[in-house]
């Protein structure tokens, strides 16, 4: 009876089980998260650099897409933020001092509209550098924003936005450093890679341009890094780490490569040769050498055994 009874409550058990289960499966198709219409758009070109001289004025203009596929129109307006990069290069719409000076000097002159299923348009935006600008760079993001559908109680804004890099002409600084270079001479798994620090203490951005170039053993080369690759911006008075990789790494063979970084007035290069073997296959010929050893060890024994009873 008791064995009934146990057997009883553990079905009770699964039978719950089962019930949540389901429930919660119900919930998440039903529930989902919300999905707006009318969001998608494009923002063309994403960003744009200029350089400016202490009193000039320069228009910009960028495209705003409205995908045909869209279900609705695309209700927008613009806005001008400051923005800066972090050290992991994420974009961060905020104020960094000296670098947003650039926000007060913006003038929109459509700053919203309307835009149909299948429409684009041209939208422009105006800096006026005052004479008195100080040199260096100025960041600024023109916010493409738009409102969601209303889900329930939910209303959610959906931005994009097109990037300007500007620097004023002037007293700029130019410094930067370069630290901490790395490249594994053994690589169990994955790919050959090298990667850099880039500091820049200068007042404007700058580039550090960057090679990767991998050579078997005969000396032929086998990659080059591509040219899109090479060039990495650096925001100023920031630190980014930048990398390159071979992609298309095999999975066994000896290389010798070469990782070459120019950053302002600075030239590193790291030279290694790396080995690429999976782990398993390591561990495979050190048991075989071990195992030699062993065998070679036992058979030396053995012969100074033999000779030690010939001479007895």
């Known amino acids: 009876m008791r064995s009934r009874g146990l057997k009883f409550s553990s079905l009770k058990r699964i039978a719950l089980i089962s019930v949540l289960f389901i429930a919660g499966l119900f919930i998440s198709l039903f529930f989902e998260e919300p999905c707006f219409a009318g969001t998608n758009f494009t923002v063309s070109p994403m960003y744009q650099k200029y350089s400016f001289a202490a009193g000039e004025t320069k228009s910009f203009s960028f495209r705003v897409y409205n995908p045909i596929e869209s279900s609705s129109n695309l209700e927008f307006e613009l806005e001008a933020e400051p923005f800066f990069k ?41 800096i ?39 620097d004023v002409a002037g007293q700029t600084r130019h410094s930067g450093l370069l630290e901490n270079p790395g490249m ?101 010929v050190f048991i075989l050498l071990a195992s030699a050893v062993i065998v070679i060890v036992k058979k030396l024994k053995n012969r100074h055994k033999t000779m030690d009873l010939a001479e007895v």
């Open 128 to 166: 006026s550098v005052p004479s008195t600008a100080p040199a260096g760079g100025q960041y600024v993001a023109i916010l493409v924003k738009t409102k969601g559908d209303t889900v329930g109680i939910v209303n959610q804004n959906f931005s994009m936005a097109h990037l300007l890099y500007a």
């Open 184 to 284: 594994k001479p053994l690589i169990f798994s994955g790919n050959i890679s090298a990667s850099i620090t880039a500091k820049n203490s200068g007042n404007v951005h700058a580039y550090a341009y960057q090679r990767l170039t991998v050579t078997n053993l005969f000396g032929e080369k086998v990659y080059s890094s591509p040219d899109s690759d090479t060039d990495k911006l650096i925001m100023p008075e920031t630190s980014r780490q930048i990398s390159l990789e071979w992609s298309g790494t095999p999975s066994i063979g000896l290389f010798r490569a070469a990782y070459t970084v120019e950053f302002e007035d600075e030239v590193t290069t790291v030279e290694k040769i790396i080995l690429v073997c999976p782990l398993w296959l390591l561990t495979l």
């Open 86 to 126: 972090d050290d992991d290069n994420n974009v961060q719409f905020s104020a960094k001092e000296d670098y947003s000076l650039i926000i007060n000097w913006v003038t929109i002159p459509e700053a919203s509209g309307t835009l149909k299923p299948g429409e684009g348009r041209d939208l422009s935006f105006s």
